[in-house]
């Protein structure tokens, strides 16, 4: 049976407000007529444009996300955006612990957890990022850090709430332009570990959550890793930010998957 797939992008510290909405426009008009029941996409801009965004996007064909948020509605937290101001926005996912906010900014998995919660709480669909890095690999220890960053990330979170939940593993030394992408095997050998966690936390439920990979994701390793039976989309920073570009490594992904699940 053929899955739906997941493809997204986080835009970074990148694109002012008209460029965010010219590109979220563009995205819109070349793929409006791949179906929503076979796709699910979505894009996460810089705050600054997120009201623009949502102005001027029907989420029912790009769900719009927000790059952090803080865990409490309100309080002395200077410099944070509170869940509170996002449902404001009418944005519908919220992504927590990219690479970048790890760090770079030295977040810690029980301050994703609390995070997860709170978007969880407040009904975002909820795309928790973990990944190893580059000495953690090299130790040997990549799937202990993925179960670590899971099991404290999931911590007390009911599996009732799955379907809010999405993962993007996304291995720290494959993530932008000093990035070496994972090969289609090893991504593919550490969603298996994630998926076999997920059921670990929640049990059965767990078994419906996308697990996306990230990480140097471009037009030549796509098709490869979208076939890959434990991968169910592909989050893409740099090789997405052309719409156009974008587009058609959507549409030969897509191809490739189809073409692969007839085999
Ligand atoms: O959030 C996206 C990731 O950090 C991947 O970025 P990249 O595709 O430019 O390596």
Redesign the pocket.
Same mark, same amino acid.
């Given at each position: 049976m053929q899955k739906k797939l997941y493809f997204g *992008? !986080?835009l970074?510290m990148y694109k002012n407000i008209q460029d965010t909405v010219t590109y979220l426009q563009d995205l819109v008009s070349y793929t409006k007529d791949i179906s929503r029941e076979e796709i699910e996409l979505f894009i &996460?801009p810089s705050y600054t444009s997120l009201e623009s965004a949502t102005k001027n996007i029907e989420q029912s064909y790009i769900k719009i996300g927000a790059q952090n948020m803080c865990w409490e509605d309100e309080g002395q937290f200077t410099g944070e955006i509170s869940p509170l101001m996002l449902k404001e926005l009418g944005i519908s996912l919220v992504?927590i612990g990219? *690479? +970048?906010r790890r760090h770079v900014f030295g977040e810690t998995d029980s301050e994703e957890n609390k995070k997860v919660k709170a978007a969880l709480n407040h009904g975002f669909t909820t795309l928790l990022?973990i990944g190893e890095t580059a000495g953690e690999k090299d130790f040997g220890i990549s799937t202990e850090v993925l179960r670590t960053q899971l099991k404290i990330g999931f911590h007390d979170v009911p599996a009732s709430q799955t379907k809010n939940i999405w993962v993007?593993y +996304?291995p720290v030394w *494959? &993530?932008?332009?000093n990035?070496t992408?994972a090969s289609a095997d090893y991504a593919e050998s550490m969603h298996k570990e994630i998926k076999k966690a997920l059921l670990e936390i929640f049990g059965d439920a767990g078994k419906d959550i996308p697990v996306l990979y990230?990480?140097?994701? !471009?037009p030549g390793n796509a098709d490869e890793l979208i076939i890959q039976p434990s991968i169910d989309g592909l989050?893409?920073?740099? =090789? =997405?930010w052309q719409a156009d570009k974008f587009n058609t490594l959507i549409r030969n992904a897509k191809a490739t998957y189809e073409e692969n699940s007839r085999l």
């Open positions: *992008s !986080n970074k &996460i992504m990219h *690479s +970048e990022c993007a +996304e *494959s &993530i932008g332009v990035g992408p990230g990480g140097s994701v !471009n989050f893409t920073g740099r =090789a =997405a």
